[in-house]
């Protein structure tokens, strides 16, 4: 399937969003990558993001999905993408230590606002949360 790497330093702003941007040494780096109609990455966390022992913080694992639902949008429109409403449904604890697959996906589109989908997957494809959200796509 066809890979388009993308640039976020060609992005506005300097490299700094918690969740993708390259620079900002407190951020999670996620590095993601079109496949088909998909915006996909995989990532390990370390225990520096963790809740309870071996769990992923559940505001992380939002935010993980928030960036592969926004970063998408912003990604595909170039247009500034902010995030008007999101829910998570935590099926199961997102474990540190283990390669997790992070997708999103658009659903609809009315206007300018966007419903959009996102999962966060263990290797064994078990989904250990879901995200949808209504992501507005500025002017
Ligand atoms: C390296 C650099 C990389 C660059 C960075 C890449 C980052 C990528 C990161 C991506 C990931 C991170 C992403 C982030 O972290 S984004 C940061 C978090 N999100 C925000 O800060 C968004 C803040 N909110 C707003 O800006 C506005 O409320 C928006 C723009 C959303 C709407 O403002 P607007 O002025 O248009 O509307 P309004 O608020 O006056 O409301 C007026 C009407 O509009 C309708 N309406 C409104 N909302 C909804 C809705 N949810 N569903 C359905 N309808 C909705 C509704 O009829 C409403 O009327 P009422 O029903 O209220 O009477």
Redesign the pocket.
């Known amino acids: 399937m066809e890979e388009k790497v993308l640039n976020?330093?060609q992005?506005?702003?300097?490299?700094?969003?918690f969740?993708?941007?390259?620079?900002n040494p407190y951020g999670l780096h996620l590095d993601f990558r079109e496949e088909g109609e998909r915006f996909v990455t995989k990532k390990t966390l370390t225990r520096e993001y963790q809740s309870y022992g071996g769990t992923v913080h559940g505001g992380i694992v939002s935010t993980m999905l928030?960036?592969a639902?926004?970063?998408y949008?912003?990604e595909i429109s170039g247009k500034r993408?902010?995030?008007?409403?999101m829910d998570v449904r935590y099926r199961h604890p997102t474990p540190v230590g283990e390669e997790l697959t992070i997708a999103g996906w658009i659903d609809s589109k009315k206007g300018?606002?966007v419903k959009m989908k996102a999962e966060i997957a263990l290797p064994d494809g078990t989904i250990t949360a879901e995200g949808t959200a209504?992501?507005?796509v500025?002017e």
Do not use: H, Q, W
Not at 11 to 17: F, I, L, P, R
Not at 19 to 23: A, R, T, V
Not at 81 to 85: D, E, G, H
């Open positions: 976020r330093n992005a506005e702003g300097d490299g700094y969003c969740g993708c941007g390259p620079n928030d960036e639902m926004g970063g949008l912003y993408s902010v995030t008007a409403r300018k606002f209504t992501i507005a500025m």
